[in-house]
């Protein structure tokens, strides 16, 4: 297989792949600042970006967090299960 | 109680009452999720929300070691920066580069005792009983104080910036 079949069937394969969403649910527990700081270092968000979505988990019940490839999805929510937030992954097409 | 920060940046919790230091040592044993099913499953959350079984098997097989020894890491480097208070001092000093360790220690006691006490948004909403009545206030009254902790720590990270 040549450079260009290679690169057209990887980008075929990230077209079909299933994009899944991390989300971060409510948890009454966790504090405000804790969720946010926890936001700012796993996904780099400034500081503004980090509360809106905490304030989106805490109103709304869950946040979307990140959207993407499965491995990268997976590695999110284990940052995020290290910092000991709710946080699953779902399928973006069926949640 | 006396909070300052040493030139390091590290917190010196100094002359830390009997009662205060009962709460900081039982952080650690707070921590531990022990046979609690309800604890275990709050600090070890399944990742997909059990729709996923193949990624749930996965998870367990591989991540869950890895995240209860990260768990448990921190737990002792907490336990090792309490040695003074367990050796009848009244000071206690938290190195800048052991925060996180805290943070993670204290949100486990935090969230393993309102799983193992049934402890929801309405009893944290709701002033602590003093003095406490049974296991469940003494839990309730834990999960305040090292919630004081935790903001006081993050502010402090965050003043570092």
């Known amino acids: 297989m040549n450079a260009t079949q290679t690169k057209t069937k990887s980008q075929t394969q990230t077209t079909l792949e299933t994009p899944w969403n991390v989300v971060v649910h409510n948890d009454p527990v966790n504090l405000m600042s804790y969720v946010t700081l926890v936001f700012r270092r796993v996904f780099g968000f400034s500081k503004e970006k980090a509360e809106q979505h905490m304030l989106e988990v805490h109103q709304k019940g869950r946040s979307i967090l990140w959207s993407g490839g499965r491995e990268r999805a997976e590695l999110y929510v284990q940052q995020l299960h290290a910092s000991l937030l709710l946080a699953t992954m779902e399928r973006a097409n069926n949640p | ?161």
Not at chain 2, 80 to 90: I, V
Not at chain 2, 101 to 109: E, G, M, S, V, Y
């Open chain 2, 1 to 161: 109680m006396k909070i300052e920060r040493d030139a390091d940046g590290g917190f010196v919790f100094a002359e830390v009452e009997p009662p205060l230091v009962e709460l900081f040592l039982a952080i650690p044993p707070a921590a531990d999720p022990g046979g609690s099913r309800a604890a275990q499953d709050r600090l070890f959350p399944d990742p997909a929300a059990h729709k996923e079984e193949a990624l749930s098997a996965e998870w367990n097989e591989l991540v869950r070691p890895e995240l209860r020894e990260a768990f448990e890491n921190a737990t002792a480097t907490v336990e090792g920066d309490l040695e003074p208070l367990a050796a009848g001092r009244d000071e206690l000093t938290i190195p800048l580069e052991h925060m996180d360790a805290w943070l993670n220690t204290l949100n486990q006691a935090r969230l393993a005792l309102a799983a193992r006490y049934g402890v929801g948004e309405a009893d944290l909403n709701r002033a602590a009983a003093y003095p406490p009545r049974d296991e469940r206030d003494l839990a309730v009254s834990q999960i305040h104080v090292y919630g004081l902790l935790q903001e006081c720590l993050i502010q402090g990270l965050e003043a570092e910036e």
